[in-house]
């Protein structure tokens, strides 16, 4: 059973940086699209980027563009997200998410396509 985990969150001001890592233990991730996605108190869950398998291809949302970039390190079986830039509405649980995939050059937002979840960690912007 994949497990990943995130860490990296915690507290910043707006106009601050912080960079997310999602590890997995026990597997190697060159076949699986990553997603990160983030939940805010009393909404839904969102996806804000994601990762195909051999890194060659990003998606982002519109709100975190020229903002958060995504990156992978397979030797490391390691998923990052760097996040500058940040605003108070970043503010949220961030999960890694990820998904076997034969096809290297895709990934998809949907959070309906990711069956393997990390336990989240939080992100808060506030000065």
């Known amino acids: 059973q994949l497990q990943l985990v995130e860490s990296g969150g915690g507290l910043v001001q707006p106009g601050g940086s912080l960079r997310l890592s999602c590890g997995a233990s026990?597997?190697?991730?060159?076949?699986?699209?990553i997603g990160w996605f983030r939940q805010a108190p009393g909404k839904e869950r969102e996806g804000v980027s994601c990762?195909?398998?051999?890194?060659?291809?990003?998606n982002y949302a519109d709100s975190v563009k020229g903002r958060f970039t995504i990156s992978r390190d397979n030797a490391k079986t390691t998923v990052y997200l760097q996040m500058n830039n940040l605003k108070p509405e970043d503010t949220a649980v961030y999960y890694c998410?990820?998904?076997?995939?034969?096809?290297?050059?895709?990934?998809?937002?949907?959070?309906?396509?990711?069956?393997?979840w990390g336990q989240g960690t939080q992100v808060t912007v506030s000065s």
């Open positions: 998410a990820a998904k076997r995939t034969s096809f290297q050059n895709m990934c998809i937002m949907g959070s309906r396509y990711y069956p393997s």
């Open positions: 990762i195909s398998s051999n890194g060659s291809n990003t």
């Open positions: 026990g597997f190697t991730l060159d076949y699986y699209y």
